[in-house]
């Protein structure tokens, strides 16, 4: 079975700092790997996504994480956060199936 | 852009009340999805769809069923409501997965249940 471990249940910020939320998976086969985000009131949405190729990834808000194969790692990057990421963040794994979800990172970032 | 609609915002009800979740998304997605969101449990999968009158349980089926008439229907229902079972409830869509896709998922904004 798959499974999603993120490191952080809650990560407080001040603005302009930098952000790494770690996500570590077990599936021993191919994936493809997520970060949704859920800001305040919204519905969950795609931040980035890893399908192949570049293990560096690019998503909106400037955003982008990096798949590291043998370390089973998909840890999120931003260099320097706004107030405005605050939110909670979810990291997935889809292996042979359905997409399975971390327990989510809530962020909150301070003026 | 991909729609997923869920009929109720917010919903109260008592226990042992059956209780229909409906959701539609206008992509034509094959794939439809329940999922509950918890307090520091992240989302959890009650039950998907893979096609019309198809169903596969989730991670926690228990005291759930759903039901799938149509492509882009797919309701969820809970038999006898219990208050264990207050939660937000996400609907989601997704292509099928292939070589070209990852079949990510598109949420709806969600139906907050409360059981009392």
């Given amino acids: 079975a798959q499974s999603v471990s993120q490191h952080n249940h809650h990560v407080i910020l001040s603005e302009a700092a930098s952000l790494e939320l770690g996500c570590n998976y077990s599936y021993g086969g191919t994936v493809n790997l997520f970060w949704y985000v859920q800001y305040p009131g919204q519905h969950l949405q795609l931040l980035l996504k890893y399908f192949s190729g570049d293990p560096l990834v690019k998503g909106i808000k400037g955003f982008e994480a990096e798949f590291i194969k043998s370390k089973f790692s998909f840890n999120l990057r931003k260099p320097s956060v706004q107030w405005s990421d605050t939110a909670e963040y979810f990291c997935a794994v889809r292996g042979y199936s359905t997409l399975t979800f971390g327990k989510g990172t809530m962020l909150l970032v301070s003026p | 852009d991909v729609k997923v609609t869920q009929s109720s915002r917010y919903l109260v009800k008592r226990t042992g009340e059956k209780v229909f979740l409906e959701c539609v998304q206008d992509m034509d997605h094959e794939n439809m999805f329940w999922y509950r969101q918890d307090p520091g449990l992240g989302l959890r999968l009650i039950y998907f769809s893979y ?66």
């Fill in chain 2, 51 to 116: 096609d019309v009158k198809m169903k596969e349980k989730g991670d926690i089926p228990e005291g759930y069923s759903v039901s799938r008439e149509k492509k882009e229907r797919f309701s969820l229902i809970l038999e006898s409501a219990s208050t264990n079972q207050t939660s937000m409830y996400l609907c989601a869509s997704s292509l099928l997965a292939g070589a070209t896709n990852t079949g990510e998922l598109f949420f709806g904004e969600g139906s907050r249940l409360t059981v009392l």
